[in-house]
């Protein structure tokens, strides 16, 4: 793909350490990635490492085809699959407001269990509740400045904490390289996926056109600047999503030990590194959960918000400018208390079934569903030629789509088996 020209006299635009390559990659890496990566940990050693890296280069080429079509067109992602059919409607529609009710709940009691075993008292439901609504605060205004800078802060302080979880446990090297070779342990195939396809969300990749757009960054010239932000920001998380892998290996594995499923996983591993290395090393662990998780509410709270008012706006016909269709609009403030007020019930009254169902349904098909509309629009007119899709671009996004497919259809037997 060749670069367009900028402009005589018109100054190279200048990269940021943080950008919204770092926002989406960290925004997509909550607690159940991390458990995930640590139970592969726990199970198979290192054997799994290429995994984490293939997830990685995943994620990098399905963000930058969402970055490339919004800089290239001045167009949202969302105005990207209208134009393929209303049947995009059909399906983005239910999806966005049940995900949202869902993920606002398991966010909330992610961010409050961390806080719970840092500071027993007032209990799960009331800090993940002070944690919803720090997040509805921070971004309330849709000020992207205020939402990036505690967004980096909190990546920071996950980053430093898992890393030095990693270095205590003294990772074997050798192992590690053996476990770059790709190579799938019999009856690990799930966890493959699973581990690959977490590293850095799912529906948030598509929110980076939208974080493209709120830093400035909205035209062609933006377009090397764009590839090195994304680049750099899945890097940064899979560094961080690797030392999870070594914690598990290191620490679970070669010692048998096995650790709960979802969220009270992260809390089993603090438990364990506080009897191997002391109480502070357990803290550590919990802060670095706590950042993860919180990160992860914020960038939704801002993010899917960013979407919803697009979504919105459009099936309103509202004017792609106007005020409720943008952040801190009516639309964007709405999605912000349906993540944050109604989830809330769910704290203490249990997950009904048929959304959780439903959620699992179309929760499925959105990385499938990215992947192969992505490849549809990034190959016609809906984009300028230069900046479509090249045969490699191509290739990538056709294995996306096959792995993030296999993945769906794993989702859905698992839901049916329940």
Known sequence: MSQQSKPPGEAEPRWSLVGPGLVVAATGVGAADLIATTVAGSKYGYALLWAVIAGCIMKIILVEGAGRYSLSTGRTIFEGWSSLGRWTHWYFGPYIVIWG???????????GLALYSL???????????????????LVWSGRYDLFEKALTALVVLMFITVIIAAAFTVPNLAQIAAGLV???????????????????????????????????????????????????GYIVTGI????????????LYSAGIAIGSGDKGMVDLATVLGERYGVWMSKLFLLGFWAASMSSLIGVWNGVSLMFADFSGGILKRAPNDPDRLAGGRFYKAYVCWLTFPPMIMLFLGQPVYLILAYGVLGAFFMPF????????????????????????????????????????DQLRGIVMK
């Open 370 to 409: 990215m992947s192969v509309t992505l490849i549809w629009i990034l190959n016609t007119d809906r984009v300028p030629r230069e900046w479509r899709n090249g045969m490699f671009a191509n290739i990538m996004m056709v294995l996306c789509t096959l792995a993030f497919a296999a993945l769906a259809l």
């Open 240 to 251: 961080f999503v690797i030392a999870t892998l070594i914690v598990g290996a290191e620490l």
């Open 101 to 111: 009710f869902v993920y606002g709940a398991a966010a909330m009691a992610g961010t």
């Open 119 to 137: 500071f027993p008292f007032l209990g799960v439901p009331v800090w993940g509740i002070l944690s919803g609504l720090i997040g509805l605060v």
């Open 182 to 232: 790709p190579h799938i342990p019999e009856g690990a195939l799930i966890n493959v996926l699973s581990v690959a396809g977490g590293v850095g969300g799912t529906i948030t990749l598509a929110a980076y056109g939208y974080w493209l757009r709120e830093k400035g960054w909205d035209t062609p010239r933006f377009m090397r600047v764009m590839r090195l932000d994304n680049s750099i």
